[in-house]
C-alpha cells in the first residue's frame, strides 16, 4: 500500500511554520508497512487543494490530508472536498455534543456559530473523533483510493492518527512488514565509513537496503527491509548488523531505536548511580536541552550554567581572571576549569563544559573561528579536548553538541570500570 502526505496551508508555504506533521504521519504510517511515495504543501487555495488531490488519487492507495479545517473563512477543505466528492456538508450531531462538550468544560466563553459549524461534515465521510479538538476527521473514499481528511494542529492530528486512522488500516488491509535498524556511529565521516564497510555494502542480501545519514560529526547507517517473510527479513538485518558492529566497533555507540545517544548516556548515568552537572558558553544552552527534552532527566541531571560571556565564567562560575588573561577564554586551561568548577558547584560525579568560537567573529577570544575546547572533570581525572569545527556558526554548535556526548560516553565507561 502506497500513500502521499499533503499538507495544506500557507503559513508552511512562506517558510512561517515547519511542518512537523508529515514527519509524524510518515514514521506512523512506515511502521505499520504503508509506504511513503510522495509528500507535498499546498495553499489555502480551492484549485490548488483539488488538483493535488486529483494528482495523488492518481498515484497511490492512500491520501492524507491535514490543515484547513478550522471554524474560519480561510478554512476550506470540508468545502473543496465536498466539490471534489460531489458532496453536500450536513450536520452530524454527534460532533455537535462533543464541541458543545468541549466548550462547557474547558473554554470560558459561550460557542459561536462558527464553532458549531465544524459538525457539518461531507454527507459521504465516516467521521473520525477528534477527542482532542473540535474539528472532526473525515475518512472518505473514490474509485479505491482512501482519502483522510485530519486538522493541522499537530496534538489533534496525532491524537487521530493513533486511535481513529491507523487502527482502521490495520484491520482492513494486510500490510507488509518494514523494518528498519539504524546504527549511531560518532567520530569518523561518511566516506571514511564507506570505505571500511565496502565489502559489507558490496554483498548486502537481496532483502536489505542501506543508506548514510550523516549530520555534524556522527553518521547513522540505516539498513532497511519490506517483504511479507518476517523471518527471513529479520535474520538478514540481524546478521548485517552484526558485521557492522564489529567492523565499526570503534566508533558505534547503539541503535537508533532503542534511544538517542543522550537518551543512552542518561540511562548509562541512572545505572551508574552517577549525577551530570554542564557549563556551557558557545553552545548556549543547546547541551543541557539535549537531556532535558526528555523526560526522567532530573534523576541525574544535578544543574546546568550557559556562561556565555567571560565575565559570567568569572562571576559565576569562578574561573579564575588569571586563567583568562594567561590563555584567552577560549581554551583548554578554561574549559577544564569550567568543568570542574560546575561539578563542585553542583555536588556533580561529572562536569562538563564547552568553550568556542562559533562566529562570525572572534569576539573575546584570540581563537580563529570554529575553534572548541570541551573539558570534563570527574573522579578519573579532569581533562581538555581540542576540536577544529569548521567555520558555519550553527555546524560549530551542532558538532560541538555531539562530540561532548560522544566524550560524556566515553568518560562514564572510564568511571564505571575503575
Not at 2 to 13: F, M, S, W
Not at 404 to 411: I, P, T, V, W
Amino acid at each position: 500500500m502506497t500513500a502521499e502526505i499533503i499538507t495544506i496551508g500557507d503559513e508552511i508555504l512562506i517558510g512561517q511554520i515547519v511542518d512537523t506533521n508529515s514527519v509524524f504521519i510518515a514514521k506512523t504510517l512506515n511502521a505499520v508497512g504503508i509506504s511513503v511515495h510522495q509528500i507535498s504543501s499546498v495553499q489555502d487555495d480551492r484549485a490548488h487543494i483539488l488538483e493535488a488531490l486529483a494528482f495523488a488519487k492518481a498515484r497511490v492507495d492512500l491520501v492524507l490530508v491535514t490543515g484547513g479545517l478550522g471554524p474560519t473563512k480561510d478554512d476550506i477543505t470540508k468545502h473543496t472536498f465536498c466539490e471534489y466528492f460531489a458532496d453536500e456538508l450536513i450536520l452530524n450531531q454527534e460532533v455537535l455534543d462533543h464541541v458543545r462538550h468541549i466548550f462547557k468544560k474547558y473554554i470560558e466563553r459561550p460557542i459561536l456559530p462558527a464553532n458549531e459549524s465544524q459538525a457539518y461534515v461531507p454527507s459521504k465521510a465516516t467521521v473520525l473523533m477528534n477527542r482532542f479538538g473540535t474539528a472532526p476527521g473525515m475518512w472518505m473514499e473514490k474509485e479505491g483510493t482512501i482519502f483522510v481528511s485530519m486538522p493541522g494542529v499537530p496534538y489533534e492530528m496525532k491524537g487521530l492518527m493513533e486511535h481513529e486512522v491507523i487502527p482502521k488500516l490495520t484491520a482492513r488491509f494486510k500490510l507488509p512488514y518494514i523494518t528498519h535498524s539504524t546504527l549511531l556511529t560518532y567520530g569518523l565521516g561518511e566516506s571514511a565509513i564507506a570505505h571500511r564497510i565496502a565489502d559489507i555494502e558490496e554483498n548486502l542480501p537481496d532483502l536489505v537496503k542501506l543508506a548514510y545519514l550523516p549530520s555534524l560529526g556522527r553518521v547513522r547507517i540505516r539498513l532497511s527491509s519490506k517483504g511479507s517473510d518476517k523471518k527471513a527479513i529479520d535474520t538478514a538485518i540481524a546478521k548485517t548488523c552484526q558485521a557492522l558492529e564489529a567492523r565499526l566497533e570503534d566508533i558505534f555507540v547503539g541503535y537508533e531505536e532503542q534511544g538517542s545517544l543522550e537518551q543512552r548516556i542518561g540511562h548509562l548515568l541512572e545505572q551508574e548511580h552517577l549525577t551530570l552537572a554542564i557549563a556551557e558558553s558557545c553552545t548556549g544552552g543547546q547541551l543541557v536541552q539535549q537531556f532535558t527534552q526528555h523526560p526522567g532527566a532530573s534523576h541525574y541531571l544535578k544543574g546546568s550554567l550557559v556562561t556565555y560571556a567571560t565575565q559570567s565564567k568569572v562571576d559565576v562560575l569562578g574561573v579564575p581572571q588569571s586563567i583568562i588573561k594567561e590563555h584567552s577564554v577560549v581554551s583548554a586551561a578554561v574549559a577544564q576549569t569550567m568543568a570542574q568548577r560546575v561539578r563542585d558547584l553542583y555536588q556533580a560525579d561529572i562536569g562538563i563544559a564547552t568553550t568556542g568560537n562559533a562566529g562570525p567573529s572572534k569576539g573575546d577570544a584570540d581563537a580563529e573561528v570554529g575553534t572548541v575546547f570541551i573539558g570534563i572533570a570527574s573522579a578519573a581525572g579532569v581533562s581538555a579536548h581540542h576540536f577544529k569545527m569548521g567555520n558555519h556558526r550553527h555546524r560549530v554548535i551542532g558538532k560541538t553538541v555531539n562530540k561532548a556526548l560522544e566524550l560524556l560516553q566515553e568518560e562514564i565507561s572510564k568511571i564505571s570500570t575503575k
